[in-house]
């Protein structure tokens, strides 16, 4: 079972930033994307920036312009870098890792974080 370790977010005031990482590790032949989501008390969680392996990156309209997502491969680690950061970004933020695991015959499988709180003051 592939876990993922996440570090960084906070408490910051609005227009800061904050950069959060995930590291993937376990047994898994490939991993296919690494993202991040969000959810507030109440509603459902979403997508905010997902990357592909190949180093493509995909914003929900709300992020976009905002935030960057970047992948290090060798590493295994995906990076949300958060800058301009407004109230309504505060929420748990949760990696999320897509991937292939087997020997042979793949299965595609997902595992998701712990989840980080991240807290934007105005």
């Known amino acids: 079972q592939l876990q993922v370790t996440e570090s960084g977010g906070g408490s910051v005031q609005a227009g800061d930033s904050l950069k959060l990482s995930c590291t993937a590790s376990?047994?898994?032949?490939?991993?296919?994307?690494m993202g991040w989501f969000r959810q507030v008390s109440g509603k459902e969680r979403e997508s905010i920036a997902v990357?592909?392996?190949?180093?493509?990156?995909f914003y929900a309209d709300s992020v976009k312009g905002r935030f960057t997502i970047s992948m290090d491969t060798a590493q295994n680690t995906v990076h949300l870098q958060m800058d301009g950061l407004e109230s309504e970004d505060t929420a748990v933020y949760y990696c999320?890792?897509?991937?292939?695991?087997?020997?042979?015959?793949?299965?595609?499988?997902?595992?998701w974080g712990q989840g980080i709180l991240v807290t934007v003051s105005s």
């Open positions: 376990g047994p898994f032949f490939r991993i296919n994307t």
């Open positions: 999320n890792v897509d991937y292939l695991y087997g020997l042979g015959i793949y299965r595609r499988s997902t595992t």
């Open positions: 990357i592909t392996n190949g180093g493509s990156p």
